[in-house]
Structures are given as C-alpha cells and as structure tokens.
C-alpha cells in the first residue's frame, strides 16, 4: 500500500505532528504546497489546520486537483485552537471527488492566547496513533 503523510502549514504545527507522525511510520513527511503528484497513492494522511474556520485556500485549490482515479483513500488530522474546527470545505471537496474520508483526528494548535503550549507532546501521540490505526486498517494490498 502506498501511503504519503502530507501536510500544509502557516505556523508550523502541521509539519511538526506529520513529520512526528511520519517518523513514527517510517516514511517521510511530504508538504503539500509542493503539489506532489498523487497518481497511485492508496492512503493520504493529510495534516493541517484551521484559519478563520477554514483550511489553507492553497490546500483547498489543490485538492480541487484531485481525482479518485488516481488516489484512493484520505484520513484527516486537523489541528485548531478549539479542537473542534472541521475543514469543512475540504471534506465537502473531498466527497464530490468520491474520495473515501477512512477517519478524521482533531487535535489542538493555538491562535493568539487560545490553547497556548498546543500541540503539545499528547496531541502528538493522539495523531500518531490515529495514523497507526488508519494505517493498520486500511492496509489490505500486498
Ligand atoms: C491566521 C490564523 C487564523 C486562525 N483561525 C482559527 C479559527 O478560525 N479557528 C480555530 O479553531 N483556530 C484558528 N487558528 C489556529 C490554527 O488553526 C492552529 O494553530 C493550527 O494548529 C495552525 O496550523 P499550522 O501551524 O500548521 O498552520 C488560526 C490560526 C491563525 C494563524
């Protein structure tokens, strides 16, 4: 199975939990402003965060590129001061392709004095073991 852990990022967050995750999988940390090319990929973890309760326009424009011929599944791992922020025009994207959505993690970032000290060593954790259970669930290619 061909699984890419991507992220988009203004503040970093989102390269520190995928490259976390990355290392805890043992691949490697991809940042999605390069448009890497998704042709047959099977899984993307796609990190990234919330920004006046939306995802990245960059990161919405890409995923407008996408196609389910060329790419499978996607599972989510969002972070924002609230924790409960969803990239809601994303997943709407991402359902109009009839890209399969296998599973969505939020955890906190931090705005301003909202959340200070997040994502900390636990938030981490939590994405890392939401990638290892996505990635163990959905690993049925030889
Ligand atoms: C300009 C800006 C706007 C934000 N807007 C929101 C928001 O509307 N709701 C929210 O819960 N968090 C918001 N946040 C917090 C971010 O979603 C959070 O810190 C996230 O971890 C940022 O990810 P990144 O560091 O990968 O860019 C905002 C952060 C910034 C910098």
Redesign the pocket.
Known sequence: MKTVIG?????????TIAKAVAQAVGLEAVNMENKPTMYGVDLLIL???????QSMPELLEYARTWKSANFQKVALIT???????RPKLLLQILKEKYIEIVGECRVK???LL?SRG??NEKDINTAIEFAQKVIAENDTVE
Do not use: R
């Open positions: 992220y988009m990022t203004k503040t970093k967050h989102s390269e990190v990234s965060g919330i920004y006046a309760k972070s924002s001061s609230s924790a409960e922020q970032g931090n705005f909202i997040h994502p």
